[in-house]
């Protein structure tokens, strides 16, 4: 269901509708891999599992939700919490955001942030 990685009914025979593998491994050969955008009940959500699904165990360290840049659909704001939690106990970051201006918060709470490089 609305993942960037296949179509939410695959077709018989058409291959653009199956899983990218291709995809999958073209991302999972990068170093690190920040993930955001909408709907993160929706979009981000099965998305994320899919990439999950051909993402090597020891790595998900390498993996980071930027929350901060991702909403839920109106109505759904559960599923979308139950899968943050669900990156959580995978290890996967889940960050509010990245940059100077979330340095601030990341004292006052204790968060872990991806730094920005500048």
């Known amino acids: 269901m609305y993942s960037v ?3 939410e009914v695959p077709v018989p025979g058409c291959v653009e509708t199956e ?3 291709a995809l999958v491994r073209e991302i999972v050969a990068e170093p690190r891999v920040l993930i955001c955008g909408q709907a993160l009940s929706h ?3 099965f998305s994320t599992r899919d990439l999950l699904a051909g993402w090597p165990e020891g790595r998900m360290g390498d993996l ?3 929350k901060g840049m991702s909403s839920p659909v109106a109505g759904f704001e559960k599923q979308a ?3 943050v939690g669900m990156l959580k106990e995978k290890g996967v970051r889940v ?3 990245v940059g100077r201006k979330y340095e601030r918060e ?3 709470e204790g968060r872990v942030y991806i730094q920005d490089p500048r």
Request: hydrophobic fraction near 45%; proline fraction near 0%; glycine fraction near 14%.
């Open 5 to 7: 990685f296949k179509a």
């Open 19 to 21: 899983m990218n593998g």
């Open 43 to 45: 979009c981000v959500n």
């Open 64 to 66: 980071g939700l930027i």
């Open 81 to 83: 919490d139950e899968f």
């Open 95 to 97: 960050v509010v955001g």
């Open 106 to 108: 990341r004292e006052e």
